[in-house]
């Protein structure tokens, strides 16, 4: 069973920044896709950026050139680095695991991101 560790959420000014990471806890496996997903209220939880195990990016229009997603050297580590934070930044961020084929997907408790304007 993967357990994913989310931190570094809260609030900011819009015009900010912050770091989101997540670690995975539970697995030895390198080749997986891990990746930040969000939720406003009353809203689908959707893509910000994905990032599998060769570093190859996904990442939503709406984050291009702001977000920044990496990797640790172990591989289970992500981070999110998010400038010029917009108040429709503001979300429940959630860390995502998954791995080859979408066989198992596992996902954190969510960490939450408010952007006072």
């Known amino acids: 069973q993967v357990q994913l560790v989310e931190s570094g959420g809260g609030l900011v000014q819009a015009g900010g920044s912050l770091r989101l990471s997540c670690a995975a806890s539970g697995t030895t496996v390198s080749i997986n896709v891990m990746g930040w997903y969000r939720q406003a209220p009353g809203k689908q939880r959707k893509l910000v950026a994905d990032?599998?195990?060769?570093?190859?990016?996904n990442s939503a229009d709406s984050v291009k050139g702001r977000f920044t997603i990496s990797r640790g050297n172990a591989k289970i580590t992500i981070y999110l680095q998010m400038n010029s934070l917009k108040p429709e930044d503001a979300a429940v961020y959630y860390c995502n695991f998954r791995s080859p084929l979408n066989i198992n997907v596992y996902w954190g408790q969510g960490t939450q991101v408010t952007v006072s304007s």
């Open positions: 990032i599998d195990s060769v570093g190859k990016i």
